[in-house]
């Protein structure tokens, strides 16, 4: 079996276009081929219920949280998710257990003749995919993640009972738009008539967006932060402690969440609105339910790549900081840390605006510059001479694993070492320490 699912990736990654390797020009722009490829397989999609997340960055991590709460109310709880950090099948989950390769293998065989008929990218594949396996395995309820924008994304032919907006910032110009607003109108076209939507970062910008949208579609708009505030009251190396407030009532929770980042403060409170709204759609969610489910979302759900601590001592963390904002967050975490000296083992693809991204790095840190083996990718030396020219100091190395290899070896026991950059490089990174481990 292994063989045969080694070929159906093979085959998945080599026929079909890709954007992760190839970017815009695997872009189909319109949902043709989706709605196609679900109508040959009797529109599983309409087969469960679903709750639909969009916005820059947080999506995934957002995604996780809410799917680790259904499943602890009891519902079966499906999970659609993209890119994969090492595998394939972390994009397909139910109940935290991933898709089986059997599975992949037997769906990609049945269906090639269709796939070959309908011509669709590589995300419109595992999007219809996801739907099939949900709708084949009975699940109660599925948390949907965009792949990029909203309007013409792939997962956009659901029918939500909720949509989720975690946030609006800068990334995908060339697709999505050169103003927040902009942006903010591509996001928001997976809000539905009659559909209630959360927003989990209010913006002045994008603010006139989300209203019209919640006028012409006769929805209600429910901003995250408006509805809780929270405050961290101790972090160790496995939780961080919270207070969670809200404000309209003076109610007061403690929360324990195994989310380490302080960037996902803005996500406990998108989780929290949105287990709330669901709870007035009549789904039986209750916030103890929420908060002891933010205290497992790895264990329930598998999740990792964002402040994931990979070895203590020396520290190693990994965190994904696929673009400006994204890189941001990640930094004001870092900087925080104590060290005697950091490294940092980065690399970025080439659609994303390097220059505004290093300009969040520090300039007292050592980098190792590589690119993940694939065509998008943005090649090391390049990295490195962008990088040169904003003060930073390093060298590059032609993959992640030499890179990392080179970082290992000049990371001393008292130092700290971050690997970020794009979904790849950390992936490479984790594929490179599972061998080294194995």
């Not at 079966?76 to 993209?82: I, R, V």
């Not at 405050?231 to 403690?254: C, H, I, N």
């Not at 009549?282 to 489910?293: C, R, V």
């Not at 930094?331 to 290093?358: E, R, T």
Request: glycine share 6%.
């Amino acid at each position: 079996m292994d063989q045969q699912y080694k070929e159906t990736l093979d085959y998945l990654y080599a026929q079909l276009p890709m954007f992760s390797k190839y970017g815009k020009s695997a872009i189909k722009n319109s949902l043709d081929n989706i709605i196609a490829l679900c109508n040959a397989l009797d529109n599983p999609q309409q087969k469960f219920k679903s709750v639909h997340i969009a916005g820059t960055n947080g999506k995934g991590s957002t995604s996780h949280m809410l799917a680790a709460v259904l499943q602890q109310a009891g519902y079966k709880t499906g999970l659609y998710t993209s890119p994969h950090i090492t595998d394939f099948r972390e994009r397909l989950k139910i109940d935290g257990r991933m898709v089986s390769k059997e599975w992949v293998t037997s769906f990609t065989q049945q269906h090639k003749e269709l796939f070959e008929q309908i011509q669709p990218s590589f995300f419109e594949v595992t999007v219809a995919m996801a739907f099939a396996w949900f709708a084949e395995q009975g699940c109660d309820i599925a948390v949907i993640e965009t792949g990029l924008g909203g309007r013409l994304d792939s997962t956009n032919i659901i029918q939500p009972v909720l949509s989720v907006i975690t946030n609006i910032s800068y990334d995908h110009m060339d697709l999505l738009g050169d103003t927040l607003a902009k942006i903010a109108e591509e996001k928001a076209g997976i809000i539905k008539k009659g559909v209630p939507f959360v927003i989990g970062q209010r913006d002045k910008e994008t603010e006139q967006v989300f209203f019209e949208h919640s006028i012409h579609k006769q929805c209600s708009a429910f901003y995250a932060d408006a509805q809780w505030a929270l405050v961290r009251t101790g972090k160790d190396a496995s939780y961080q402690y919270l207070k969670a407030v809200k404000p309209a009532t003076k109610e007061m929770f403690d929360l324990k969440a195994d989310l380490l980042g302080d960037y996902q403060l803005h996500n406990f409170k998108t989780v929290l609105t949105s287990v709330e709204v669901l709870h007035t759609l009549g789904w039986n969610l209750k916030l103890e339910d929420a908060l002891s489910a933010l205290s497992q979302v790895k264990q329930r759900t598998g999740f990792g790549g964002r402040w994931e601590i990979i070895q203590a001592k020396p520290l190693i963390i990994a965190d994904v900081g696929h673009n400006q904002a994204g890189v941001q967050e990640v930094m004001k975490q870092w900087n925080q840390l104590s060290a005697k000296h950091k490294h940092i083992v980065v690399g970025f693809v080439k659609d994303k605006d390097i220059n505004a991204a290093l300009d969040q790095f520090p300039k007292d840190n050592s980098y190792y510059y590589c690119n993940a083996q694939l065509p998008r990718a943005l090649p090391a030396e390049e990295l490195h001479r962008a990088a040169a020219g904003k003060g930073l100091q390093g060298q590059h190395y032609n993959s992640v694993a030499a890179a990392f290899a080179a970082a290992l070896e000049a990371t001393g026991p008292e130092d700290a070492l971050l690997i970020t950059g794009s979904f790849f490089i950390v992936g490479e990174a984790k594929e490179y320490w599972e061998e080294l481990h194995s």
